[in-house]
T-cell receptor, first 113, second 113 residues
Framework: NAGVMQNPRHLVRRRGQEARLRCSPM?????VYWYRQLPEEGLKFMVY????????ESGMPKERFSAEFPKEGPSILRIQQVVRGDSAAYFC???????????FGPGTRLLVL | DQQVKQNSPSLSVQEGRISILNCDYT??????FLWYKKYPAEGPTFLIS?????DKNEDGRFTVFLNKSAKHLSLHIVPSQPGDSAVYFC????????????FGDGTTLTVKP
């Protein structure tokens, strides 16, 4: 029973490029959450999605960031025109229902040069 | 405005002794609290949780205490083991917005043999 999977684990981008982070939830989980962790800080909520729907995107920056969770395939967090401040660890979590415990993936470490 | 605070960035204890990690929150809407443990280069791992209708929850060596009037919770680990050395995050959420967990900045626990 595989846990939450994220890829790539490490991603290097130059300023202005696009970053695509993928998250496959645990089997049977239809709720996906994205968090960002800056160095020496806690995890900050970005977005909560349920299959094909964005439920809460109150933590997403207004520009350059988008997320989707299609009917088939993984959830994608997309960052357009990356800047150095986007360098962080991005964690995905999933749960079978919104009131259940969220289980986290290993994260994607994004480095913007 | 940080709604969940872990005021001790680090804690060092001797193997076999008790570790007490503290967490304070300001949002009175929070009614469910979780503790996560995180090793370097991995995602957070769920440890234990507590609902606001309880003041204590125990699971093996881990006990979480909740003081609603003080808006304070603590995680007790006894006896502490070297393998417990990690960063511990406190998280909170509100039933009205259960998809969004708010995290503290973490406490790094070091258990010395």
């Amino acid at each position: 029973n595989a846990g939450v999977m994220q890829n790539p684990r490490h991603l290097v981008r130059r300023r202005g490029q696009e970053a695509r982070l993928r998250c496959s939830p645990m089997k049977g989980h239809s709720h996906v959450y994205w968090y960002r962790q800056l160095p020496e800080e806690g995890l900050k909520f970005m977005v909560y999605l349920q299959k094909e729907n964005i439920i809460d995107e109150s933590g997403m920056p207004k520009e350059r960031f988008s997320a989707e969770f299609p009917k088939e395939g993984p959830s994608i967090l997309r960052i357009q025109q990356v800047v150095r401040g986007d360098s962080a660890a991005y964690f995905c979590a999933s749960s079978p229902d919104v009131v259940e415990t969220q289980y986290f993936g290993p994260g994607t470490r994004l480095l913007v040069l | 405005d940080q709604q969940v605070k872990q005021n001790s960035p680090s804690l060092s204890v001797q193997e076999g002794r008790i570790s007490i990690l503290n967490c304070d929150y300001t949002n009175s809407m929070f009614d469910y609290f979780l503790w996560y443990k995180k090793y370097p280069a991995e995602g957070p791992t769920f440890l234990i949780s507590i609902s606001s209708i309880k003041d204590k929850n125990e699971d093996g060596r881990f006990t979480v205490f909740l003081n609603k009037s003080a808006k304070h919770l603590s995680l007790h680990i006894v006896p502490s083991q070297p393998g417990d050395s990690a960063v511990y995050f406190c998280a909170a959420r509100a039933n009205t917005n259960a998809g969004k967990s708010t995290f503290g900045d973490g406490t790094t626990l070091t258990v010395k043999p």
